[in-house]
DNA sequence: CAAGATAATTTACGCTTGTAATCTGATGAT
DNA sequence: ATCATCAGATTACAAGCGTAAATTATCTTG
């Protein structure tokens, strides 16, 4: 299941809610982020619905919304489709270009040091 | 400057290459890899050359084709867009989610170590 | 119950992409 | 000089996407 662009900020705003939240809500959520016409973001729910990535309730006179694909299935779609394309599937090589290219943080750096640590002990 | 999936492909042909590459070539190169037509990989170069991202220097009947855009600026592009958008800029969270995904290899493990000790070094 | 408000569904439209076929212009052979 | 060949350029066309307006269905209120 392909999520857009568009579509995936949507799916943040749900994601981030414990509960199922009605259209006017994610509006509500998304006005300071995007710039988008009320119907802009019912188009993209719709969207959503047909593509089987969020559910519906009805609510009396609306519907609520929630979503079905969780927010770690799609990381890890999005991720890996990266790592496979650009990496060959590795992730030394993906870190060693962000480190080339000064995107690895002194806080990154500590907590790498600290993850892989773990991992150490684990195997 | 933005690369389609498909176009990707045959910046991947010219970016394997020392030399520029005639049409033919990159054909060829991409006989294995795509079932494309011809005609398919003639359009694709077409928009990267409108996008800019390839030049094309005139050899007789033909014309060679080189790329612009280089490789390492488009990984740059294409894993700093994945890195912002899914991991609010951070590292060390993209890396800890693919280690809950099982996509740390021992090797990349081993990798990592090397890496950080560098850096440590550095700074 | 009729009218107005409101939420959802449908339709719209231009751009990009994947996938080609067709047309055109240059080159080589007769 | 003419014609066939072939590479490149133009055109095609459906699906997906960003962006939204128009239409329809559904409550609420007078």
């Excluded at 509006?27 to 995007?34: I, K, M, S, T």
């Excluded at 519906?56 to 779609?77: H, K, T, V």
């Amino acid at each position: 299941m392909r999520i857009s662009e568009a579509e995936s900020q949507v799916m943040a705003v749900l994601w981030a809610s414990a509960v199922a939240l009605p259209a006017d809500d994610i509006v509500a959520a998304l006005a300071d982020q995007q710039d988008w016409q009320p119907a802009t973001i019912k188009t993209l729910i719709n969207r959503l619905l047909n593509k089987g990535a969020i559910d519906a309730e009805r609510d009396g006179r609306r519907y609520l919304y929630r979503p079905l694909l969780s927010r770690e299935d799609w990381l890890q779609q999005e991720s890996a489709s990266l790592l496979d394309r650009l990496f060959g599937g590795r992730v030394a090589p993906l870190v060693a270009h962000f480190s080339r290219h000064q995107r690895l943080s002194k806080r990154d750096l500590s907590e790498l040091r600290k993850l892989i640590e773990t991992l150490d002990d684990d195997r």
